[in-house]
């Protein structure tokens, strides 16, 4: 997983915050309560006979998160989906870092698969 933020004064640039070889959780625990990010997420999909890398991006602006912080993201939020999350299989935009569960994942890459259904996903 990796996360990308803006840098505390300037809203023009984004810098990478953290990353790890964690799943999901560990993401969430990265992730500030009250700030604005950009994060990507590897999630193994496994069908019985094959697996396959499924790759989540996660757009989190906080209510709590200063406005100007908040409408600068949004803005750049197409931008940086474009250079840095072309290949995700599902987006989640959230407001609160406990909006994002293992099963609201698994039910999005669910419903985005193709005729080999994933049966288990490894976050």
Do not use: N, Y
Not at 39 to 60: E, M, P, T, W, Y
Not at 67 to 80: C, D, F, G, H, P
Not at 87 to 103: N, R
Request: net charge negative.
């Amino acid at each position: 997983w990796v996360i990308f933020g803006h840098a505390d004064s300037g809203l023009t640039s984004l810098v990478l915050f953290a990353h790890g070889p964690g799943g999901l959780q560990d993401l969430l625990d990265h992730l500030d309560p009250a700030g604005v990010q950009f994060a990507g997420l590897c999630v193994v999909a496994s069908d019985g006979h094959s697996q396959r890398l499924k790759l989540v991006s996660i757009f989190h602006a906080s209510s709590s998160a200063p406005i100007r912080l908040r409408a600068a993201a949004t803005q750049q939020k197409s931008a940086v989906a474009s250079m840095l999350m072309t290949a995700a299989h599902v987006h989640f935009e959230v407001a609160a870092v406990t909006d994002v569960t293992h099963d609201d994942v698994a039910k999005k890459l669910l419903a985005s698969g193709g005729a080999h259904a994933a049966t288990s996903f490894e976050f």
